[in-house]
């Protein structure tokens, strides 16, 4: 069994270009050395904590966030302590022999936001954008912009085909194809959209 490794920027491109693996829209200049870069979109959900007393993982509350789309040139703030979920501009497809992970950019770091609280690892067969798990660290609001680089993918080789990729129909893929920012499923039934 080979070793698994993260891909090179020049793997990465030959990924792209032989159409194995999709991102679009799709800018030569956002790979990195081991990383390409994506974008924020427009798209955001917002937490409306005074619905409900508490978030039970037995039984999680639906309802609990609302969409809010914001247009390319205005600002979306968070503010401190703030979490909301937004997606990346890009549409991403893996092959089911390719896992990617999510990481905030070190420069966004510094500045005080996480684009991604645990949900970091891209299954293979995954289609759709990225939802971001977005939190403002400082005691300042932050500015988002849609388009602005937020965050960066980075790839690996699996050892072999993944025998049930994300989508396959026994899993239950809550997130395939999803193209805004989506809230949990959590505890959602296979197969079943909640």
């Known amino acids: 069994m080979p070793p698994t490794s993260v891909l090179s920027d020049g793997t990465i491109r030959e990924l792209v270009g032989s159409g194995r693996v999709k991102i679009e829209p799709w800018d030569p200049g956002m790979v990195q050395p081991a990383s390409v870069d994506v974008r924020l979109g427009t798209s955001f959900r917002v937490f409306h904590n005074h619905r409900v007393a508490s978030i039970d993982l037995r039984d999680p509350p639906t309802n609990l966030t609302e969409g809010v789309e914001v247009d390319h040139g205005q600002a979306f703030v968070i503010h401190p302590g703030e979490f909301v979920l937004g997606r990346t501009q890009e549409w991403v497809e893996l092959p089911d022999d390719i896992v990617s992970r999510i990481e905030g950019k070190s420069s966004v770091g510094r500045l005080g936001l996480i684009v991604h609280a645990t949900a970091g690892f891209i299954d293979p067969g995954f289609s759709g954008t990225l939802t971001l798990e977005i939190?403002?660290?400082?005691?300042?609001?932050?500015?988002?912009?849609?388009?602005?680089?937020?965050?960066?993918?980075?790839?690996?080789?699996?050892?072999?085909?993944?025998?049930?990729?994300?989508?396959?129909?026994?899993?239950?893929?809550?997130?395939?194809?999803?193209?805004?920012?989506?809230?949990?499923?959590?505890?959602?039934?296979?197969?079943?959209?909640?």
């Open 135 to 194: 939190t403002n660290l400082t005691r300042v609001p932050i500015k988002l912009y849609p388009g602005l680089p937020i965050a960066q993918l980075s790839f690996m080789a699996l050892d072999r085909p993944a025998e049930r990729p994300y989508g396959h129909p026994d899993l239950g893929s809550h997130y395939q194809g999803q193209v805004e920012a989506t809230e949990s499923r959590y505890g959602a039934a296979p197969g079943k959209v909640a």
